[in-house]
């Protein structure tokens, strides 16, 4: 009898000794998806000073830790924090200060909105961005007749939702001396010998210098807007692809005044300016801003015809599209990355631009294995290709969502031969092993679950089609989550310490607002709490 209250008392000093272990705070009652090497799923989590302590069984991690703080999940489903492994929050921005033109249902709807908002504001240039003639089922462009008689004397300047065609008015046509301009990697598309009003990519980007600018204040105003956003979807960190050098600061100063919360990977266009950013900085990293990559634009995109494939496009027989950026051009941003550390994300939608980028990987991957070269889009691939890009250890950066969206013209821009090698997710997952997910919103919604439901059913939100689109091409709900939480970390080299729940790796972590499934429809949902390095920044409560 002595021995077992001896034996007894022994217990309850060793427990009171190690409940002893303090920590800020203990998520517990919880089905925590770690996402670790075997995709774990644990009870409670142990957190100190922004790290994980501990993650394992209930009773263990409540016996064992004192604690400032408790979250009694009630059951909820945690994740590791969602990356957007490609977004444009400036882009967003720019969209949110101007007129938004997504969602517009006819070019009847477009002029409508453009002019309630010229009456309603004193800019002496009008910019719009969002619209998409597929969604007014029609293969044309519009042309710009009408936005000509209703502003003769505003420059106006009306975005497609991907980016890569605008519409002009004659007004900044002039404005820009674009007649007889040659601007390569651009187009200005005629009708019978006219200019149409309808700009392709370099041309915009050209243009776009003409614009004046938002003031810093408006711009923090909308990102903050952008950034609480992010948090109620449970995305904690964007791998924005592309800023300007004039960029660096607005993030710098906004993660100088701590506003800057979400883990920010931001890609530099490879501008000189940007260049001696690199070659004077190295990789930067401070605090929640991440630099260290360029994004470098390979091509247009599929929506405009501007995508550059080997073949001519199967609905115009007369074009193939184009690079945008030269492939010298491309191998002087490489040689500027091998020394300086540097990754390069290639934006790469044809079949063509994606060969020629995989063939620029091969030579680099000769000097070092390691460098995680990415291919943002990865959209239309020659199966030949897909192989080599396993071979060379191309990253792939792609888009479920871009695959439902594009579903009502893919098949005739392409025919049905090429689309074997389109969207082809799963295909370039089973070479390469490893894929980061993004959105690259505003061209799509930032919506993980819209993500995830496009990956896994190859469905959309309306869930069409029923059978989902090149259905083959699905990926596993854990292969998805893993493309969201651990694989973008590895796409920027921060998997040591983020991108899991794993002992010593920073909390960042969600809960969600429902259970997540993909069997059925798709439901919406979203984060019941969202927490970055240990700290709440955002509660439905
Ligand atoms: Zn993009």
């Not at 991690?61 to 004192?66: D, G």
């Not at 604690?67 to 999940?73: C, L, Q």
């Not at 002992?503 to 969600?510: L, M, Y």
């Amino acid at each position: 009898m002595k021995k077992l209250i001896f034996l007894f008392l022994g217990a309850f000093f060793l427990q009171a000794c190690m409940k002893g272990q303090r920590v800020d705070l203990v998520v517990h009652n919880a089905k925590i998806h770690t996402v670790d090497e075997n995709y774990n799923v644990h009870e409670a989590m142990a957190i100190k000073d922004g790290e994980i302590v501990e993650v394992g069984p209930e009773r263990q991690i409540l016996n064992k830790y004192a604690y400032d703080e408790e979250i009694d999940a009630n059951g909820k489903d945690v994740y590791p924090g969602f990356t957007d492994a490609h977004g444009h929050i400036l882009s967003l921005i720019d969209q949110r200060l101007n007129l938004d033109l997504s969602g517009s249902k006819s070019f009847g709807e477009v002029i409508f909105k453009l002019e309630k908002y010229a009456s309603g504001q004193k800019r002496k240039f009008i910019v719009g961005r969002g619209w998409d003639q597929a969604v007014w089922g029609t293969k044309e462009f519009p042309d710009n007749e009408k936005i000509n008689a209703l502003f003769p004397d505003i420059p106006v300047l009306l975005i497609r939702v991907d980016g890569h065609a605008a519409l002009i008015n004659d007004c900044l046509y002039k404005k820009a001396k674009l007649e007889g301009k040659n601007i390569e990697g651009g187009k200005i598309l005629l009708k019978n010998g006219k200019p149409t009003g309808i700009i392709l990519d370099n041309t915009i980007t050209e243009i776009s210098k003409l614009i004046p600018p938002f003031t810093n204040q408006e711009r923090q105003k909308a990102f903050l807007e952008i950034q609480e956003e992010l948090f109620q979807y449970g995305i904690t960190s964007v791998h924005e692809a592309g800023i300007e050098f004039k960029d660096i600061a607005f993030f710098q100063s906004m993660n100088k005044s701590k506003q800057l919360k979400l883990q920010l990977n931001a890609m530099l266009y490879p501008s000189k300016e940007n260049i001696d950013f690199a070659q004077k900085n190295g990789v930067y990293h401070e605090n929640n801003l991440l630099i260290r990559s360029f994004k470098v634009v390979g091509d247009g995109s599929l929506g405009s015809r501007g995508a550059c494939l080997k073949h001519p496009y199967h609905d115009d027989p007369l074009t193939h599209g184009f690079l945008t950026t030269p492939v010298t051009e491309m191998r002087k941003v490489a040689d500027v990355c091998r020394k300086t550390g540097y990754q390069m994300n290639t934006h790469a939608i044809g079949d063509s631009t994606n060969k020629v980028v995989i063939d620029l990987i091969a030579e680099m991957y000769a000097f070092k294995k390691d460098h995680r070269w990415r291919i943002e889009h990865a959209q239309v691939l020659d199966p030949a290709d897909i192989k080599k890009m396993g071979d060379y250890a191309v990253f792939p950066s792609v888009q479920p969502t871009h695959a439902v969206s594009d579903q009502r013209w893919a098949e005739d821009r392409l025919g049905k031969e090429r689309l074997k090698g389109a969207y082809a997710y799963q295909s370039i997952l089973n070479t390469t092993g490893i894929f980061a997910l993004g959105t690259d919103f505003p061209v799509e919604s930032f919506d993980p679950f819209a993500t995830i439901h496009a990956a896994v059913k190859r469905k959309n939100k309306e869930n069409f089609p029923s059978s989902g689109f090149l259905a083959s091409e699905a990926v596993s709900l854990e292969n998805c989550i893993r493309g969201m939480t651990i694989w973008p970390a590895f796409a920027c080299f921060r998997e040591k310490s983020t991108g899991s729940l794993e002992k010593g790796k920073e909390a960042t972590f969600i809960i969600l607002d429902y259970p997540l499934t993909v069997s059925g429809n798709f439901k919406e949902n979203f984060a019941y709490m969202t927490y970055i390095k240990g700290k709440k920044v955002y509660s439905a409560e």
